[in-house]
Nanobody
Framework: VQLQASGGGLVQAGGSLTLSCTASGSIFNTYAMGWFRQAPGKQREWVASIGSGGRTNYEDSVKGRFTISRDDAKNLVYLQMNSLKPEDTAAYFC???????????????????WGQGTLVTVSS
């Protein structure tokens, strides 16, 4: 499976941005998908995950602000980000892999993989 994130950019604090991730593969509807981010000089941080059945899971700091969704017909997963804060500035990556691992947000597991990220910069 190849993954490619897009949709990043520069936005003012309080603004919104929607990221997209396209995935190759004819069985995309069976994949659990997720997003993590990495700010400069910091460790990776899990953001959100969605299962094949649509079940979602979020990191506490983005709950109520970010929404993960998927379109299986288009092999796409989205991350709608509202009320953005400067601390949301990071490179965002979509990932997949072992479904339970993805849903738990275990981004340091050997059982996940990811593609190129997209940079989100939130100005104050």
């Amino acid at each position: 499976v190849q993954l490619q994130a897009s949709g990043g950019g520069l936005v003012q604090a309080g603004g919104s941005l929607t990221l997209s991730c396209t995935a190759s593969g004819s069985i995309f509807n069976t994949y659990a998908m997720g997003w993590f981010r990495q700010a400069p000089g910091k460790q990776r941080e899990w953001v959100a995950s969605i299962g094949s059945g649509g079940r979602t899971n979020y990191e506490d700091s983005v709950k109520g602000r970010f929404t993960i969704s998927r379109d299986d017909a288009k092999n796409l997963v989205y991350l709608q980000m509202n009320s953005l804060k400067p601390e949301d500035t990071a490179a965002y990556f979509c990932f997949t892999g072992d479904p339970p691992t993805v849903l738990r947000g275990q981004i340091n597991s050997e059982y996940i993989y990811w593609g190129q990220g997209t940079l989100v910069t939130v100005s104050s």
